[in-house]
Nanobody, 122 residues
Framework: QVQLVESGGGLVQPGGSLRLSCAAS????????MGWYRQAPGKQRELVAG???????TYADSIKDRFTISRDNAKNTVYLQMNSLKPVDTAVYYC????????????????WGQGTQVTVSS
């Protein structure tokens, strides 16, 4: 059974930083591409960043140069380092996994975590 568990969300002031983690189980992690999505109230879920099995990242234009995705295959964990946070980054952040990178970046994987809330506010 695939399980993806996000952590690290919270309340942060504009300009602050957070690091999200997603711990995976029930999959062979090193063979899976991983992704982070977010969904703000009243908006559709959108891709934030993806990372392939080779470690190559993809970023949404809205967060490029502020967020960094990384993975630790030894810990079965994917991270999202978020810097220079803005109020528009407020959303629930979700982790997803699939053996196909194309499926991860299209958001059509059946494997999702429960999400972690990130709130950027003064």
């Amino acid at each position: 059974q695939v399980q993806l568990v996000e952590s690290g969300g919270g309340l942060v002031q504009p300009g602050g930083s957070l690091r999200l983690s997603c711990a995976a189980s029930g999959i062979v992690f090193r063979f899976n591409a991983m992704g982070w999505y977010r969904q703000a109230p009243g908006k559709q879920r959108e891709l934030v960043a993806g990372i392939g099995t080779d470690g190559m990242p993809t970023y949404a234009d809205s967060i490029k140069d502020r967020f960094t995705i990384s993975r630790d295959n030894a810990k079965n964990t994917v991270y999202l380092q978020m810097n220079s946070l803005k109020p528009v980054d407020t959303a629930v952040y979700y982790c997803t996994a699939h053996t196909s990178y194309r499926i991860v970046v299209s958001g059509t994987s059946e494997n999702w975590g429960q999400g972690t809330q990130v709130t950027v506010s003064s």
